[in-house]
């Protein structure tokens, strides 16, 4: 086609999508809300998937001892875990030294923990472990396991596991809600490209008798549907990262960030927002395409 | 050349609209397709324009047949011809200038070949002081003339009229056959159905009758009687 049809079917597209303000706007808003939700769940992923490789990448056991182990059982686990395949390091953290890291962690609200000493220290002695490769782990807690003086072994693939299947269960609902949301935005923009093709009957009516080509009759339409999933990107992409820097001040100025969370950072805006407008541009136009597509076969016949 | 053999064709419903039709129109011809409503006349021009399917017979447009012509290449065909309604269809919210360039652009005309080929056709119909005027400004033959400009505008070497003059008094209709007749001496073949007698007598053109389907008659300088 010559140039001057394309500028003109770009024109046509975008004047439809004017003409009929109200659908036009009704379908921006269902798309937009398919796709809003679709980015806050790919957030959560994203970030639940970050945390899953960092703790993969630093795979470690921790075994907790029982109140009154013995300091020459303690020598015996040391001469015993030395002897273990996969570790990298480990170490024995007495519960004072435990006591002091956690005052260090709570910072300025360490006064809270003013109250225990080494006569009322609520924490237990443990061996904390990094192991080289997580196929070790599972043998290397087994072992710990055996130790009669363990009162209990964490490890981080529980963590992993726990937050794997969080992200798994994340996916899958939010998949459901979205395919939902995509469906209803289908429906809706199918709706107002068919009534744009109902308001130009004759025109189309008459382009057919002329001679116009079936696509000279189309672009117009899917142009106007492509605008809509476009738009509807756009505004989607810009509420999620507005939604997501919102929640990362919260988060950065809480107390949950401070400690508990400390290793979880979420990640910046800009490592998943291209990402995220990228998709929402992609299933924007596909869905916008599509369901012009749709309307154009079924109330056109050209 | 325009060749219809043995063309039958039956609706979905039942109904057999034209019933084993020969007829050969040459090029530059004039034809009247006359007979009563719901004789075959429109139906004669539907199969024409490749708008629905024979159920028996051929139909062969300048050695095409047109039940062997894949679908995008009907656009194509009909550009050759240009087709004029009894309700007119313009665009209401386009310009008499604005319906015509339409023609022009949808076969992708260069706007140089539009600024040029529409005033020229809209002055041969004796419209060029409305360019600007939109369809609801214009008397019905004005509004008959801007679609005889659009169907012109391109050229086309087959001008179909169903009913032109049904909507129009006498003395306007006798205009738009004036400008139809100019058309066809201009080397333009024309059919034109109709059940307008004065006009067809008037004319001395070569007369098709239908009745219920069949043709009853192929006259040169023919004549027409209303339903017999």
Redesign the interface.
Known sequence: ??F??WD?MLKQGFRNVFRNRVMSLASISAITAALFVLGLILAVIMNLSNIVSGLESKVEVTIFLKKDTQTSDIQAMEQQIKGWDGIKEWDFISKAEALETWREEWGDKRYLLDGYNSENNPLPDSFLIRVEKPDYVDGIVAQARNFKAAEKVQYSKDVVDSISNIAATTRLIGMIIVILLIVMAMIIIHNTIRISVYSRR??V??????????W?IRWPFLIEGLVLGLLGALVSGGLTAGVYSLLMNRLSGSRIQNNFLSMFQMLPLDRIIFQIVGLFLLVGSVVGIAASMLSIRKHLRV | MIQFINVTKEYGNGIRALQDVNLTVENGEFLFVVGVSGAGKSTLIKLLLKEIEPTEGAIIVDDVNLSQMKRREIPYYRRNMGVVFQDFRLLPDKTVYENVAFAMEIVEASRKEIRRQVPAVLSMVGLASKANDYPNQLSGGEQQRTVLARALVNNPSLLIADEPTGNLDPTTAGEIMKIVNMINHRGTTVIMATHAKDIVNSMKKRVITFQKGVVVSDKMKGEYFGEV
């Open positions: 086609m010559k001057r049809t003109d004759r025109e009516n008459i382009m057919k008798y002329i001679g116009a080509t079936d000279y």
